[in-house]
């Protein structure tokens, strides 16, 4: 399928790791791509991706069989240039290893959700929202004052809902260095009080439901006119 241009496989309780690949491998128009929830995928699926090249959309949530490794196998894809929206969402194996192998790969990525990674306690968050292009046909990216290109500074929107085990000091540091996020999902993030809402910055959309430690005083920080 030569022309094909998008891809939907979500739920396909059937399909493994090897057909994902081999599928994705000879459809080289591919722009978007989801494998979400798919019970018998596993990381071998994700190494036909590592081709496509002109990808904007990868959705990988909620495949429980998807681990660091399999994450990794995405370093140096093709679609580095182009990917928009990356959804891990869910891949309960997936943490801070993951997304240290893949940081620098997709420096333009708009969107990125890592909702229920339990394992991500934040430097992996924190070096994939600053590094820098790694793959070679990438280190002519810069920003237009001259910047080598990075996530940060293209991430307009960021979920993090039940990331439990993030810590409070990377995740200011990444959030911090997004620098045109709008759209910030915190829920569930235990480490998250008063004072990391007060450091938070001009975001349109904060939704931190379920964090226990943040008071009043938190959200009368948050709505200061500082962040209007």
Same mark, same amino acid.
């Given at each position: 399928?030569p022309? &094909?241009?998008r891809?939907d496989?979500?739920?396909c309780?059937q399909? =493994? #790791?090897?057909s994902?690949?081999?599928?994705? @491998? #000879?459809?080289?128009?591919?722009s @978007? ?5 798919c019970?018998?995928?596993?990381? %071998?699926?994700?190494?036909?991706f590592?081709?496509c090249r002109?990808?904007t959309?990868?959705?990988l949530?909620?495949?429980?069989h998807?681990?660091?490794a399999?994450?990794?196998s &995405?370093?140096?894809c093709a679609s580095g240039s182009?990917? =928009?929206r ?6 309960r ?7 240290? @192998?893949?940081a620098g790969?997709f420096?333009?990525?708009r969107q990125?959700?890592l $909702?229920? &990674?339990?394992l991500?306690?934040g430097?992996?968050?924190?070096e994939?929202v600053l590094?820098p292009?790694?793959n070679?046909h990438l280190?002519?990216?810069m920003?237009?004052? #001259?910047?080598?290109a990075?996530?940060?500074a293209s991430?307009r929107?960021?979920s993090? @809902?039940?990331?439990a085990?993030l ?9 911090l ?7 910030l999902?915190l829920?569930g ?5 008063d004072?990391v809402?007060?450091?938070?910055g001009?975001?349109?959309v &904060?939704?931190c439901?379920?964090?226990t $430690?943040?008071?009043?005083c938190?959200? %009368?920080?948050?709505e200061?006119p500082?962040?209007?």
């Amino acid at each position: 399928m030569p022309l &094909l241009r998008r891809l939907d496989f979500a739920f396909c309780r059937q399909l =493994h #790791g090897l057909s994902a690949s081999w599928i994705a @491998a #000879g459809c080289a128009r591919l722009s @978007a791509v989801s494998v979400r929830a798919c019970p018998k995928l596993d990381n %071998r699926g994700l190494a036909g991706f590592q081709g496509c090249r002109t990808l904007t959309q990868l959705d990988l949530a909620l495949n429980p069989h998807f681990t660091d490794a399999g994450v990794a196998s &995405l370093r140096g894809c093709a679609s580095g240039s182009t990917l =928009h929206r990356l959804d891990l969402a869910g891949c309960r194996r997936v943490g801070d290893g993951g997304l240290s @192998a893949v940081a620098g790969t997709f420096p333009n990525v708009r969107q990125l959700n890592l $909702d229920g &990674l339990v394992l991500l306690h934040g430097p992996g968050l924190e070096e994939f929202v600053l590094a820098p292009p790694t793959n070679p046909h990438l280190q002519h990216m810069m920003l237009p004052d #001259g910047r080598p290109a990075f996530s940060g500074a293209s991430l307009r929107k960021l979920s993090l @809902a039940g990331c439990a085990s993030l810590k409070r000091a990377p995740l200011l540091e990444s959030v911090l260095a997004c620098e045109v996020l709008r759209e910030l999902n915190l829920s569930g993030v235990v480490c998250v009080d008063d004072g990391v809402l007060a450091d938070i910055g001009s975001v349109v959309v &904060l939704v931190c439901c379920i964090c226990t $430690d943040a008071c009043t005083c938190g959200r %009368r920080l948050v709505e200061s006119p500082r962040n209007e």
